[in-house]
């Protein structure tokens, strides 16, 4: 009887994995076998000129202000818990310092440069993406090719631009950041963080107020002013996805990773639960949320020079931001009132 000997390679692991489970998808494979996307990648770079993985190398920021070239391309956003997918072009593309910007009515992302470490060209089943990740393998963001909206031509030559001179199959990356721990409520200034919160003027001022008073995000709500903030059920974002659907309202949607924040302005239509996702499936715009990961649901409200500004704000176990939910507004516009009633009789 021969011996049978266990796979040695990290290509070998992924090929026995991906035969015992056909369906999953590669950000599974990578946690169950103890490493990352962007490792998981580079063991298909075979270093040839049609290599289904092609590592990519330059200056990021200049490789993203020429998607604009591609035309009509799927832009695809997610952590642990939610994937947010949506199509169109890649419009007005600007940076300041490793801050950027993508300001289209479709594709709208605020980038944070300083976390992409890896690029790859990926050829998968006839698809083609460009995919990106932190130091440590993990994926910031995705940028798909549309069969016959896609400019092809102009993304193999964005390829060959910034094609890496070295093609390694291993790829060596940095150990994963370690979770900032939270401070102990007794040593928080509360009245005064109170106060701040009662004197907002901007949403994004918002931030400076956590790192203020060294809170965190999910320790900031429960010590938050009681008139502002209300925990509510894990169920909420699906009636209030339903509740959107069925009123016509638009809505906001903010999905990040560590390197991009994905934003959805507009309907959604076509809300779909399927086993422990909640989906939404409309034609220019998917979200696939993992029910289950959401272990805290609050509405927040948030003074601004236009009024109130409300969001219902879910969390996982470990009180990272899994997504956001606002009403359709823009600065200088206050929200809708329609939008604070549908999130007031949730």
């Not at 890649?90 to 950027?100: A, D, K």
Request: aromatic share 8%; with cysteine.
């Amino acid at each position: 009887m021969p011996v049978l000997t266990a796979p040695e390679t990290l290509a070998d692991r992924w090929t026995a994995y991906q035969q015992a489970n056909p369906k999953s998808r590669i950000r599974d494979a990578a946690r169950a076998l103890g490493t990352s996307e962007a490792a998981l990648l580079a063991t298909r770079n075979n270093g040839q000129p049609d290599s289904p993985v092609i590592a990519l190398a330059g200056d990021f920021k200049e490789l993203l202000k020429q998607v604009p070239t591609l035309g009509r391309v799927m832009a695809l956003t997610r952590n642990d818990s939610v994937v947010h997918e949506r199509k169109g072009p890649y419009l007005s593309v600007s940076f300041q310092g490793p801050m950027g910007l993508v300001l289209g009515e479709d594709i709208d992302l605020r980038l944070f440069m300083m976390h992409w470490q890896h690029g790859f060209a990926v050829s998968e089943n006839g698809r083609h993406s460009l995919q990106f990740f932190a130091a440590d393998g993990e994926a910031l963001h995705k940028i798909y090719v549309l069969d016959g909206e896609t400019d092809l031509a102009a993304y193999e030559a964005l390829v060959d631009r910034f094609r890496a001179h070295d093609q390694p199959a291993r790829l060596i990356t940095g150990p994963t950041p370690s979770p900032t721990a939270e401070a102990a409520d007794a040593g928080i200034d509360v009245a005064g963080f109170q106060a701040a919160w009662r004197g907002l003027q901007d949403t994004h001022a918002f931030f400076g107020l956590l790192r203020e008073f060294g809170l965190s995000r999910t320790q900031a709500l429960r010590l938050g002013p009681p008139e502002l903030v209300r925990q509510v059920d894990n169920q909420t974002i699906d009636r209030a996805l339903r509740a959107a659907a069925a009123e016509a309202q638009q809505v906001m949607i903010f999905v990040s990773s560590r390197g991009c924040i994905q934003i959805h302005t507009g309907p959604v239509e076509r809300i779909v639960p399927t086993g422990p996702w909640l989906n939404v499936l409309d034609p220019d715009f998917n979200l696939h949320l993992k029910l289950e990961d959401v272990a805290q649901s609050w509405v927040v409200q948030k003074p601004t020079a236009d009024g109130i500004v409300t969001s219902l704000e879910l969390f996982d176990a470990q009180g990272n931001n899994i997504l956001l939910l606002f009403g359709k507004r823009k600065p200088g516009i206050p929200e809708q009132e329609s939008w604070r009633a549908l999130v007031a009789a949730l």
